[in-house]
């Protein structure tokens, strides 16, 4: 489960070969390799990771200091003809508040001098489903809708290839599974589609594949499930918060999944477990049964950057 062999042969629409991008001292990307093929694949890694360096990098709008990037076989950097078939969108909104929705897709399709361009601005926001909002002004619009009305105007031009940097930032429950519900439309059409993001459920839910960066390096690629199960052999720390810390140590350290169990010096207990879901489950009961008052169950290791250090070091 390392980044060292990733290739999925000449059905790839991205290859990534040895790729750096320092700026100055700091390294930004790190000797990278793999391939994107069609459907979604998850860029998945903490903040700082370099992941949007690298979306930057594949969608030639910075040149690699060391390695190769090409996209259906031509090279990325300073190749017009290719980005009319690429659709990027990039984590910050750079757009006027005072344009309405379809403003702003028409904007996208002028750039790409798309022939009937209405038809393709129309076939744009049907795919998101905005055409009721579609001549609001942006301004007046939800995160989620901003969201897909900029997503809009990346699709516009009907590319095969689409990459987006975070685009589920600041959207709520709803506003992701109607944006999944596109994402899953487009891949079934054949489409590659490479989106990043810090959040492990996000891209859980989204992607057949993923790829773990931190650090600028490729920590892992692979089907998510055994990535995720392999993640899952490891023991989570749960911090647990009761009125009699030693009794309740004693009745936790019984469980098959839980490996060790330590009181801290604030009288909270620290929890080892190879199953964080089933302990959380047992918490209740465990406290029920020996009369000890649960105040608080909090888990220490649901951060991104455990993870990766986890992965890393296997």
């Known amino acids: 489960m390392n980044g060292t062999d990733n290739r999925m042969g000449s059905s790839a629409a991205i290859q990534v070969v040895d790729v750096s991008k320092w700026y100055g001292s700091v390294v930004?990307?790190?000797?990278?390799?793999?391939?994107?093929?069609?459907?979604?694949?998850?860029?998945?890694?903490?903040?700082?990771?370099?992941?949007?360096?690298?979306?930057?990098?594949?969608?030639?709008?910075?040149?690699c200091?060391?390695?190769?990037?090409?996209?259906?076989?031509?090279?990325?950097?300073?190749?017009?003809?290719?980005?009319?078939?690429?659709?990027?969108?990039?984590?910050?909104?750079s757009i006027y508040d005072f344009f309405t929705g379809r403003q702003l897709v028409e904007f996208s399709a002028r750039l790409h001098d798309l022939p009937q361009m209405r038809e393709h601005?129309?076939?744009a926001i049907s795919i998101v489903g905005l055409e009721e909002a579609q001549n609001r002004k942006m301004g007046t619009y939800s995160r989620g809708m901003r969201q897909r009305m900029r997503l809009a105007a990346t699709l516009v031009h009907d590319p095969q290839v689409i990459i987006l940097?975070?685009?589920?930032?600041?959207?709520?429950?709803?506003?992701?599974?109607?944006?999944?519900?596109?994402?899953e439309r487009l891949a079934r059409e054949g489409r590659t589609i490479l989106i990043s993001s810090h959040i492990l459920e996000e891209v859980e839910t989204l992607a057949s594949r993923i790829l773990l960066m931190?650090?600028?390096?490729?920590?892992?690629?692979?089907?998510?499930?055994?990535?995720?199960?392999k993640l899952d052999e490891q023991?989570?720390?749960?911090?647990?918060?009761?009125?009699?810390?030693?009794?309740?140590?004693?009745?936790?350290?019984?469980?098959?999944?839980?490996?060790?169990?330590?009181?801290?010096?604030?009288?909270?207990l620290l929890v080892y477990s190879r199953s964080v879901a089933t302990l959380q489950q047992s918490l209740a009961r465990l406290a029920r049964d020996n009369s000890v008052r649960?105040?608080?169950?909090?888990?220490?290791?649901?951060s991104l950057e455990s993870l990766f250090e986890y992965v890393v070091e296997r």
Request: charged share 25%; aromatic share 4%; proline share 6%.
């Open 28 to 63: 930004a990307v790190n000797d990278v390799s793999f391939d994107v093929g069609p459907g979604i694949t998850g860029l998945l890694g903490p903040n700082g990771a370099g992941k949007t360096t690298l979306l930057h990098l594949i969608a030639g709008l910075a040149g």
């Open 65 to 93: 200091s060391r390695g190769e990037i090409t996209m259906h076989g031509e090279p990325v950097r300073d190749n017009p003809d290719l980005y009319r078939r690429m659709g990027f969108m990039p984590e910050h909104e």
């Open 121 to 123: 601005v129309d076939r």
């Open 165 to 183: 940097d975070e685009p589920l930032n600041g959207t709520d429950p709803r506003q992701r599974i109607e944006f999944q519900d596109v994402m």
């Open 214 to 229: 931190i650090s600028g390096k490729l920590a892992a690629a692979g089907d998510f499930r055994a990535i995720r199960a």
């Open 235 to 268: 023991a989570y720390k749960v911090r647990v918060v009761v009125d009699s810390p030693r009794l309740m140590a004693s009745a936790i350290v019984g469980m098959e999944d839980v490996d060790t169990v330590t009181v801290s010096e604030d009288g909270s």
């Open 294 to 302: 649960l105040m608080r169950v909090e888990p220490m290791d649901d």
